[in-house]
């Protein structure tokens, strides 16, 4: 089992910049690709970014050149650094995991937090 603890989101106006991280528990936490999927109200849940345990990065094409996502050295921890934030991307963030990469970036994940809002204002 994998437990993720999503933390780092809140309300910023647009043009700023947040950093979200996930730290992840578990027997076999370092084994899995992490990533972040997001939800807007009204939306369909949406794939953000991902990377593998080799250190592998997809994108959402919505948020390249935007968006990073990186890993700490154990692979326990992910995070997200969000810039040039637009309206756009207000939305639940959602920490993912999954066994198998390709599974993030087709939005399917084995694991999920409990999520984060991020907010930004006009």
């Known amino acids: 089992q994998v437990q993720l603890v999503e933390s780092g989101g809140g309300l910023v106006q647009a043009g700023g910049s947040l950093r979200l991280s996930c730290a992840t528990s578990?027997?076999?936490?370092?084994?899995?690709?992490m990533g972040w999927f997001r939800r807007a109200p009204g939306k369909e849940r949406e794939f953000v970014a991902s990377?593998?345990?080799?250190?592998?990065?997809i994108y959402a094409d919505s948020v390249k050149g935007r968006f990073s996502i990186s890993r700490d050295s154990a692979k326990t921890t992910a995070y997200l650094q969000m810039d040039v934030l637009k309206a756009e991307d207000t939305a639940i963030y959602y920490c993912?995991?999954?066994?198998?990469?390709?599974?993030?970036?087709?939005?399917?994940?084995?694991?999920w937090g409990q999520g984060t809002q991020v907010t930004v204002s006009s």
């Open positions: 993912v995991a999954d066994s198998f990469h390709p599974h993030l970036s087709a939005g399917r994940a084995d694991y």
């Open positions: 578990g027997r076999t936490a370092d084994y899995y690709a």
């Open positions: 990377i593998s345990r080799s250190g592998t990065r």
